[in-house]
């Protein structure tokens, strides 16, 4: 493509990426976005189940699974990244999950099946917005406590 100032396209081309970079925001806060994107188009699909096109149920299904497939292969190519072990183990299962309970939904349509979909990305959504500086310190005094009480649960 060409640079040349004159060209509108390139301008528009320029302008538009200027203004993504510019506003994009972390990694963290396009993922929770692009989450809260997904869960308005499966609250539409639950709003309008019984007029819905009938291509709607998979489209809507599609795009959350795609999203949920870059964190599953981000879970599991990027092991030397910042993301703990754990945390990388619990992207995966929840990945699973919403691949199995999105075949369920396909095999058998059922507009309540949506609701876990809506939640766990609503939830996972909130905690990547939530910014590492924003998270509260813990109390010095719980630091402090080298004898903690313990409760017995042996009956």
Not at 52 to 69: A, F, H
Not at 102 to 116: G, S, V
């Amino acid at each position: 493509m060409s640079h040349d100032k004159n060209n509108p396209y390139a301008k528009a081309a320029g302008a538009y990426d200027t203004n993504a970079q510019a506003n994009a925001g972390t990694q963290r806060e396009l993922e929770a976005r692009v989450l809260l994107k997904s869960n308005r188009m499966l609250q539409q699909l639950i709003d309008g189940w019984d007029e819905r096109p009938k291509d709607l149920l998979e489209e809507t299904l599609k795009y959350n699974r795609q999203i949920w497939m870059l964190f599953y292969d981000t879970a599991l190519e990027n092991k030397d990244g910042d993301r703990p072990n754990d945390l990388r183990s619990n992207i995966v299962n929840l990945a699973n999950f919403i691949f199995k309970r999105e075949m369920e939904i396909m095999a058998k349509p059922e507009k309540q099946k949506l609701d876990i979909l809506i939640s766990i990305n609503r939830e996972i959504s909130a905690g990547l917005m939530i910014s590492q500086d924003a998270q509260a310190p813990v109390p010095q005094t719980a630091q402090q406590d080298t004898h903690p009480q313990k409760t017995d649960i042996s009956g």
